[in-house]
């Protein structure tokens, strides 16, 4: 990941490979701010190229130029933010540094420095445009053999002597630590099956764990069988790779190790082939990305070591395959649940939930204050809220309450659907305690009320990112594959949790 640095300069003199200052689009129409304060040094051919581009700073639009030496920059880029709205300029802000990183890449500039603009309050202004940046420099290129030069450096541009105000400087190191976390969870997302199988995610929790001063227990086959995780089992009977249990762990000192925790829950499917209700190939490519929740909650972590809450907070996920063959689980099978709830199999591509079925009721057995799972769980979510927003459900309440608004501080697109009560008749089922399907229609809905029949009484969220979880092509400080979504709503939801 690139370094991040902090330089107190007038703009004309950022030094850098490129400059990039993010504009709305009201400073580009009254020719003030940055683009006034730089046409001046640039003798008057950055109003002329505005005007000649009919560049009107739309979201994510950009206007490059060279600067012929009168810049500290050997280029220039204005990247629009769109209209300047209360409540998304943040938000703004991140996704223009995220585009002007990704074209400082493409542009092979190594250095790259992105104006802080004024009016947002510097210090949140500094932490969203560090992040946009780091993560927009992201690149997934472990397999290719000619690789493209990354950018090294980003320095974000603030006025003389700004750089010394009141928390920059732990903003900035925030912004750091929730992109590395972000990228690390990007990565594993990105890692081919072959690569990211249940036993090296939980090696990579492991030595994620190690690296940051967390606990992390691994537990195998015997140890999920005396859990009496029936469902866990049933899913991972038809793959070759064995499955595990994974717990990494936050624990303060003294008596804030004996509050209650706070505890987020990942799926992590390392690859879902459907089981014997076989995927078509199409749908299976993208399969490698259906642990992403478990990527999001154990790289979360990573923030929480830096944070160090005055409450425990455990991560915890189930990792296993879905995959066909002799000893796999078949429709019309009935598990036992670790909850003693039996469960009739009417679909095995609806394998995610009974995994976490079984994790949950385990993670609920911790007592905790608040817990929360995040799964690539539905299409029904996709359909229902297209590619780039998650839904949150659960009953209302301080964790649900918590979750959307996290989501809205950090800029993940959250929004959230009721937990429909009339649709819980779609799980009966005339064999077991319930069915792991329903009907087609509320599918997001149904999925979240079979989870919520192992969280016993803890008050509960439930994050589907099915859309949000990978992407296919680029956008704002978003790479092609996975996004780390929402490991920047759980990082801001411990930094909120009062508990």
């Keep these: 990941m690139a370094a991040l640095e902090i330089r107190g300069t007038a703009l004309h003199l950022a030094e850098a490979d490129l400059l990039a200052v993010p504009v709305f689009g009201d400073e580009v129409r009254a020719r003030r701010g940055a683009v006034a304060a730089l046409d001046g040094p640039l003798g008057g051919h950055l109003r002329r190229a505005v005007a000649a581009e009919s560049f009107a700073a739309r979201a994510e639009s950009t206007l490059l130029l060279h600067t012929l030496g009168r810049l500290g920059a050997a280029r220039l880029l204005l990247v629009g933010m769109g209209p300047r709205r209360d409540g998304g300029a943040l938000e703004a802000l991140r996704a223009a540094a995220g585009v002007a990183a990704r074209a400082a890449g493409k542009a092979g500039a190594r250095t790259l420095a992105v104006a802080?603009?004024?009016?947002?309050?510097?210090?949140?202004?500094?932490?969203?445009?560090?992040?946009?940046?780091?993560?927009?420099?992201?690149?997934?290129?472990?397999?290719?053999?000619?690789?493209?030069?990354?950018?090294?450096?980003?320095?974000?541009?603030?006025?003389?002597?700004?750089?010394?105000?009141?928390?920059?400087?732990?903003?900035?190191?925030?912004?750091?630590?929730v992109a590395a976390a972000t990228c690390w969870a990007r990565d594993l997302v990105n890692e081919p099956p072959a690569a990211c199988t249940p036993s090296a995610l939980a090696r990579a929790a492991g030595a994620l764990a190690r690296e940051s001063g967390l606990r992390c227990q691994v537990r195998g086959p015997r140890q999920i069988a005396a859990?009496?995780?029936?469902?866990?089992?049933?899913?991972?009977?038809?793959?070759?790779?064995?499955?595990?249990?994974?717990?990494?762990?936050?624990?303060?000192?003294?008596?804030?190790?004996?509050?209650?925790?706070?505890?987020?829950?990942?799926?992590?499917?390392?690859?879902?082939?459907?089981?014997?209700?076989?995927?078509?190939?199409?749908?299976?490519?993208?399969?490698?990305?259906?642990?992403?929740?478990?990527?999001?909650?154990?790289?979360?972590?990573?923030?929480?070591?830096?944070?160090?809450?005055?409450?425990?907070?455990?991560?915890?996920?189930?990792?296993?395959?879905?995959?066909?063959g002799g000893r796999a689980y078949?429709?019309?099978?009935?598990?036992?649940?670790?909850?003693?709830?039996?469960?009739?199999?009417?679909?095995?591509?609806?394998?995610?939930?009974?995994?976490?079925?079984?994790?949950?009721?385990?993670?609920?057995?911790?007592?905790?204050?608040?817990?929360?799972?995040?799964?690539?769980?539905?299409?029904a979510c996709v359909v229902a809220l297209g590619q780039t927003t998650a839904a949150a459900m659960g009953a209302d309440g301080p964790v649900v309450d918590g979750i959307v608004e996290a989501a809205r501080r950090s800029g993940e697109d959250v929004w959230r659907l009721p937990l429909t009560a009339s649709l819980r008749e779609q799980l009966e089922s005339p064999v077991a305690d319930l069915k792991n399907t329903g009907e087609r229609w509320g599918g997001a809905i149904t999925a979240a009320l079979f989870l919520r029949e192992f969280t016993g009484d803890a008050p509960w969220a439930h994050l589907d990112i099915a859309g949000p979880s990978h992407t296919a092509k680029e956008r704002g400080y978003w790479a092609k594959g996975g996004t780390g979504v929402p490991l920047r709503t759980l990082v801001e939801f411990v930094r909120g949790w009062k508990g």
């Design 116 to 177: 802080v603009p004024d009016g947002l309050g510097l210090a949140a202004a500094v932490r969203a445009t560090g992040e946009g940046a780091l993560l927009g420099a992201y690149r997934f290129d472990r397999y290719l053999t000619k690789r493209k030069p990354r950018v090294e450096r980003v320095r974000l541009v603030v006025p003389r002597g700004a750089e010394r105000g009141p928390g920059l400087r732990e903003e900035a190191r925030l912004a750091e630590v």
């Design 227 to 324: 859990l009496g995780m029936g469902m866990f089992q049933g899913v991972t009977r038809g793959s070759a790779e064995e499955p595990r249990l994974v717990k990494v762990s936050w624990v303060p000192k003294g008596a804030g190790a004996r509050r209650r925790p706070v505890v987020l829950v990942g799926k992590a499917i390392t690859f879902d082939s459907g089981g014997l209700s076989l995927k078509p190939t199409e749908s299976m490519v993208a399969m490698n990305t259906d642990m992403a929740g478990a990527a999001a909650v154990v790289g979360a972590m990573r923030v929480v070591a830096f944070l160090r809450p005055p409450f425990p907070v455990h991560a915890v996920f189930g990792a296993c395959e879905n995959m066909p």
């Design 330 to 379: 078949k429709p019309s099978d009935v598990l036992r649940a670790a909850n003693g709830k039996t469960v009739q199999v009417t679909n095995t591509d609806a394998e995610g939930r009974l995994v976490l079925g079984d994790v949950l009721s385990w993670a609920a057995r911790m007592r905790p204050a608040a817990l929360v799972d995040v799964a690539t769980l539905t299409g």
